[in-house]
């Protein structure tokens, strides 16, 4: 459950805590991310070491492979991953949309196929809400349409009216199953305010622990991504997480916090260290959060080479407090898997960071 | 230095105690590789969680990359690669003729093509040591001549000639430096009875910190193996550590160390490791060491999918303590990284539990 710590008094960003069957989050606070069940090249421990409060895993990757049964016979994602904090998984809508090939959707649900083996499976939303239980999930989010973008208006009225109707079997079937972990519903309606609006309109009828922003950051422009997220968090009830889905860069995490948003997500920090793009603070006399408080660098640049300062100098992640960046351009150049893992790490060091200054911030009233 | 501290009484096995400028290592011993500045995968903190005593890296590899003065400017491979335990550096001799194209080679060293940029490089035995003591290696090896089999008479005797020739200088070097590390002596002379012995001989004349046994296991009958480390190994004195380079299979070692080997490398637990080839322990009424004490897995396999016991029933490593086969499997089948990271883990981990248990029966007379 959800309690709402303070509200700023310089913006709409919130300070609250999430309780969850494993363990209680602070909110603002960002998930890394375990597609199949592990943060690429990072042991449990690594991930605990962080910080990190929470991650998330991939309904539809998991459902495909190892399959359903196998997590099952090993008692839940939390013992079969080793994790024992929260786990939010997501529904499998976004996937299904973006990954599967010849998908049919109908008001049932919709039929894809599996892109390891090409074997039909159908997912209906009462199916969406069983699995996550199965898996364990502490977090389960209602299954959707997601509409890639551009998205007509009549394509974003067909999923919203159709996300809502998937939500009440979803709700009722939480319900029937007797579930005691958290269920959100996810907002559709593209770029559209009317939609936007309806849509949550719609969720906050049906009543869930928490209202997800879907559909975003999927190509639209800056200024719709922020219109978008204003028309539906209007309609949201104070006493619930609103969770910006897939998003963002550091200055969009900031920005949507201060809109209210109390949730992220998003593969860039662990997919740019991976290409060896890694996050910096930039000492500024603003401080964190300021304009251009930090800077991308590409370690792999010849620059670095007797570079021996740690990656980011106000940063006490391992690898910033054991290895300089010349040791891990090093690593990069001659392909050595260490390079990614220490990258990784302080990618998310960073993120995970910002988030604490972002929580900071708010309870001294300066975001 | 080197202190022999027990032989068996039924075999030539031996306990010792190695002394080098980052710690005493205890003998026999495995070194994990580290060819490039790291172990694929594994952290240092990892590393030293599995108990491991020393590493050996690659003079020729950092050489190339990322080059010499970065890490003098880094003030050495420890702290270059923050790695505090012993570390032994090879002297390049087998890379440079396994990996390099137009190598020309005299008696003043080797002239080679660098395998990243094609650049001509020229080592000499004199600058092999330089280049070690640059590095900060605690176990420096000579400079040799490592033909590839098959190798006639000729070509092995001509190797021995210059081996011992690169030695000579590369012993003078050592001294005119005043270098503070053990330095070690590699024998050559393929399988041949008496370049085995000579080429033994002229080195313990030069007078080494330990020997090596350089170019075997290369294509070579097992039989012809052991008879040449035999025809070598008779003429060490026993005061002094024998190295067996690139060697082995566990039951090579268990055999090696019976012979009075003490000490190991190898590429094949990490690099079976990152197969999805796993070394399990079987439960033998003989116990360990006897015949058939291990398995080999290949974790892919289908009838892993539902397992869900450790990987190795007998192992404490991290992998074995905190994961199954079926979530390793998944990894493996999902081309997660964590996958090889665990099996890398384990697989050390049967190696240096190997090698501890040959020191303890060693020192219960039953090796």
């Excluded at 998930?31 to 962080?50: C, E, N």
């Excluded at 309806?198 to 869930?208: M, N, R």
């Excluded at 928490?210 to 991504?225: I, N, Q």
Aim: charged fraction near 20%; proline fraction near 4%; charge should be positive.
């Amino acid at each position: 459950m959800f309690k709402l710590v303070k509200k700023s008094s310089i913006s709409q960003a919130r300070l609250g805590k999430l309780k969850t069957g494993h363990g209680t989050i602070k909110t603002p606070f960002f998930m890394p991310i375990a597609t199949q069940g592990s943060i690429k090249g990072l042991t449990p421990v690594q991930i605990k070491d962080l910080g990190a409060q929470i991650v998330l895993s991939n309904t539809y990757h998991l459902f495909l492979r190892p399959g359903l049964s196998v997590i099952k016979n090993a008692g839940g994602l939390h013992k079969f991953m080793n994790w024992q904090g929260p786990i939010l998984t997501d529904s499998g809508g976004y996937q299904i949309f973006s990954l599967s090939s010849r998908r049919k959707i109908n008001d049932k649900g919709v039929d894809f196929r599996s892109e390891i083996d090409g074997k039909s499976i159908f997912l209906s939303p009462a199916k969406a809400i069983k699995i996550q239980n199965i898996l364990g999930s502490d977090i389960i989010m209602s299954l959707d349409e997601c509409p890639s973008w551009p998205c007509s208006r009549i394509q974003a009225q067909g999923a919203v009216d159709r996300t809502s109707a998937w939500a009440k079997i979803c709700k009722k079937t939480y319900q029937k199953q007797n579930i005691k972990k958290l269920l959100f519903g996810i907002v559709q309606g593209s770029v559209y305010k009317d939609l936007r609006a309806q849509s949550a309109q719609e969720l906050v009828k049906i009543g869930f622990d928490g209202y997800a922003l879907g559909g975003l950051t999927l190509g639209e422009s800056e200024r719709e991504t922020y219109q978008s997220i204003q028309f539906a968090i209007q309609e949201f009830p104070t006493n619930k997480p609103r969770y910006l889905m897939g998003a963002g860069k550091p200055e969009q995490i900031i920005r949507a916090v201060k809109m209210g948003i109390d949730m992220f997500d998003c593969v860039i920090p662990t997919r740019n260290a991976r290409h060896g793009l890694l996050y910096t603070s930039v000492t500024n006399p603003s401080g964190w959060l300021s304009k251009d408080f930090y800077k991308k660098i590409h370690i792999t640049n010849a620059k670095y080479k007797n570079d021996f300062r740690p990656l980011d100098l106000n940063c006490s992640c391992y690898a910033c407090q054991n290895f300089s960046r010349a040791y891990i351009r090093h690593l990069f150049m001659a392909k050595e898997q260490l390079g990614k893992t220490l990258a990784t790490i302080h990618n998310l060091a960073f993120y995970l960071n910002l988030m604490k200054e972002i929580r900071d911030m708010i309870s001294k009233d300066k975001l």
